[in-house]
């Protein structure tokens, strides 16, 4: 298994039929548009970890549908090793960080995500909600 030093969540939500995805700005540079993910902490698992993330970063309760696939970002020194997870939104707790978060549909999502992992792990997640919920395109 992979040494994962990071965590994080795809958050979907339904806005009538369409699935919605939960993007933030990124906290070293606000100009870009990236999925919730930080660091796991000593003696908590990944998935704890990406659940807490997801709700420190965002304000956002969710459970975990399953994960959804590895980023490695090699930009970091060391490098960093993310697993995401697919995330169901149950609601919202109110306190978060003071970083921007939007709604957006997949294409909106799609055209905002400001890396290329970013929008590949988001493809692979709308493929998998639609495959769940039964949605065409």
């Known amino acids: 298994m992979a040494d994962f030093t990071h965590a ?3 958050v979907f939500r339904y806005d009538g039929e369409n699935p919605r ?3 933030i700005n990124a906290k070293k540079n606000p100009h870009h548009w990236v999925l919730p993910k930080g660091h796991i902490d000593p003696g908590e ?3 704890e970890a ?3 993330e997801v709700q420190e970063e965002t304000g956002v309760k969710a459970r975990i549908v399953k994960p959804i696939g590895v980023s490695q970002i090699q930009a970091a020194s060391p490098s960093i090793l993310v697993l995401f997870f697919l995330m169901e939104y149950l609601g919202e707790i109110g306190k978060s960080e003071d970083r921007q978060k939007r709604w957006c549909s997949f294409d909106e999502a799609m055209s905002l995500l400001s890396f290329q992992n970013a929008r590949n792990l988001l ?3 709308h493929k998998i909600v639609k495959e769940i919920y039964s949605l065409s395109d």
Do not use: N, Q, V
Request: net charge positive.
């Open 8 to 10: 994080g969540g795809i």
């Open 21 to 23: 995805y939960l993007i």
């Open 45 to 47: 698992t990944i998935a």
């Open 50 to 52: 990406a659940l807490r």
């Open 123 to 125: 493809f692979k997640a």
